[in-house]
Nanobody
């Protein structure tokens, strides 16, 4: 399984970015997907997760109402639309995948449950 994240960069406070994470070597629709972030000197933080069927999503408290996770199973890609960005959103953002049977609506917020990780993409919010 390979996950390739992209879309990071430098943006001013209040701006927007869209991150993408493309998966290869998998049947993408069988994987719960998530986004996490890690700022320098801080622990990895849950950002968002989306179920296999895309009918369930959850967000970290710090990004609720500003970020939106989505997925396109035909393109094997998960997205993170980030709006109203703040300097405290500065971090390396990682996508993650976990293979699941059972309910297609299941979501995962614990990074320890994810089996596969992308390489990370840096988001810097600064004026």
């Amino acid at each position: 399984v390979q996950l390739q994240a992209c879309g990071g960069g430098l943006v001013q406070p209040g701006g927007s970015l869209r991150l993408s994470c493309a998966a290869s070597g998998v049947t993408f629709s069988r994987y719960v997907m998530g986004w996490f972030r890690q700022a320098p000197g801080k622990e990895r933080e849950f950002v968002a997760t989306i179920s296999r069927s895309a009918d369930s999503t959850l967000y970290g408290d710090s990004v609720k109402g500003r970020f939106t996770i989505s997925r396109d199973n035909a393109k094997s890609t998960v997205y993170l639309q980030m709006n109203s960005l703040k300097p405290e959103d500065t971090a390396v953002y990682y996508c993650a995948a976990d293979f699941r049977y059972g309910s297609p609506s299941y979501v995962i917020t614990d990074h320890k449950e994810y089996d596969y990780w992308g390489q990370g993409t840096l988001v810097t919010v600064s004026s």
